[in-house]
Structures are given as C-alpha cells and as structure tokens.
C-alpha cells in the first residue's frame, strides 16, 4: 500500500504560487500575481483571526489592549503612590473580561469603591451624600464652596488609613519635587482619581471633593447623632481635593 504525503502549505501566498488556477497564469509573471493575490488572502484572515481575539481580553495581544480598553471605557490606571507603575496586565484583562458588570455598578457607591480600589485604595472608600453633610469644610474656589453648599445632587468620597497616600506638611517637601499641596498625591494620580469617578457616576450627579482622612476621630456626616462619637477632630489631619467637573476646569472654577 502507497501513501500519497500532502505537502504542508501554511499560507495562501504559498499554496497560489504553487497551483495553477487558469492556463493564462502560466508562467512567471502569472505566477507572481497569484503570489501577490494569495498574500491579500492571508491578510484577510488574519485580520478576521486578530478581530475575533481582541473579542476576548485574555487573548488581545498586548499592543491592542489600549484600543480594547478605550471601547469598554476600561482605561489600564496607574497605581497611586508607586511613582506611576501601571497595574499588572493580567489584572486589567479581568477588568475588561468583567466590563459589563463594573458599568451596572457605575454610579453606585460600590462602584465608586471598586474604582479606587483599582489604583490601590484597598480600604473600602465611603460614599457621603451632601445631605448627610451639609456644610463641608472650604475648600476650593468660591464658586466650588458655594456649589457644594447650595447643590444636593452631589457627594463626597472619603478616603481613610491605611492608604498608598500621606499627608504633607509644611516642611515635608522641596519645591518641584512633584508634591501636591496637602498629600503625597502627584497631579497625573489626582487627575486618573477625577477622570474614573466622573466616567463611571451617575450623570445627573456630582463629586465635589475628595476628603484623605487620616484622623482616628469624627469627620462631620461620618456618625449618628447619639453614637457617643466627639464633634470635629479634623484640622491637619484631613485633607479636601475638588474633583467636580470637567467643565469646572475648563472655564477656571476650580
């Protein structure tokens, strides 16, 4: 018994320049425009191999995940207090994988959590709505501190210890050595921590500031009356940050 070997052809570049497809392509010329034809094939299914892997984060190559994570509105953040360290590619691949269920979240107060908890903020970061506090501390331009006021459709997030970020004092730092006023936060962190929250909350909602809070006692809104919990404790030991909107910047109301 004879066994027929099929030659292995892996492309259709190859396979074309071997088989004559009509009698007028014989010859070298005829044989170099299959060639050419057969390349176009394998462009085309490589590009419908590629499409179809970029479906499915674990598999996007590396140099299309940035466009994967522009169209699920999944940017791969910086990890706050590291000096800029991306977060590991495997753990932004689950996020992509799981993006459906991070935007039913959006604009939930664990959807807030989740978020920071991305940059590092392992310690789950609370919710205040302006209603439960109703005359924060001032911070921010006259326009911020009268919105905050005035406006109730809004919130606060508070950050508390142990966090990948600490208060400055004066003294604490040089000058243009990347600190920001009252925290160890750079401006790139503070503008990543602005840029999630105002993607990701509600649309007829605002977050007007940020609070770092490094006191063991009671910031005002964070207790019940009756709880037995001490009025204030705050001073230099919480630090407010305007996130507001994007427009605020933009027209110089921060």
């Known amino acids: 018994m004879s066994f027929t070997q099929t030659p292995q052809i892996d492309s ?3 396979l074309c320049s071997q088989v ?6 014989a010859g070298p010329w005829g044989a170099a425009w299959q060639t050419t034809m057969g390349g176009n094939y394998d462009v085309q299914l490589d590009r419908e191999y590629f499409a179809r892997a970029c479906r499915y984060p674990e598999q996007t190559p590396t140099d299309a995940l940035y466009y994967l ?4 509105g999944l940017e791969r953040v910086l990890l706050v207090g590291t000096g800029g360290t991306l977060e590991d590619e495997t753990t932004h691949r689950l996020r992509l994988k799981h993006a459906w269920t991070t935007w039913l979240r959006s604009g939930s107060a664990q959807g807030h959590t989740d978020e ?3 940059c590092g903020f392992l310690t789950p970061v609370q919710t205040v709505r302006r ?3 109703s005359t924060p501390l001032p911070v921010g331009s006259a326009y911020v501190q009268t919105f905050a006021r005035q406006v109730w459709s809004q919130f606060d ?3 508390r210890k142990p966090m990948p970020v600490d208060p400055l004092h004066w003294g604490d730092f040089t000058w243009g050595d990347g600190s920001t006023w009252g925290t160890t936060l750079t401006l790139p962190e503070i503008q990543l921590l602005r840029r999630l929250v105002r993607e990701h909350k509600s649309a007829h909602d605002t977050c007007t500031y940020f609070w770092f809070i490094w006191t063991t006692g009671a910031v005002w809104g964070t207790y019940k009356w009756g709880d037995g919990t001490y009025w204030g404790a705050t001073g230099d030991d919480t630090v407010g940050i305007v996130c507001g909107k994007k427009q605020w910047t ?3 109301y921060m």
């Open 157 to 159: 997030l508070y950050f």
């Open 12 to 14: 259709y570049a190859a």
């Open 131 to 133: 209603h439960e506090w």
């Open 116 to 118: 920071m908890s991305w």
């Open 250 to 252: 933009t027209f110089g």
């Open 69 to 72: 994570a522009n169209e699920r």
């Open 20 to 25: 004559l497809q009509k009698p007028p392509n």
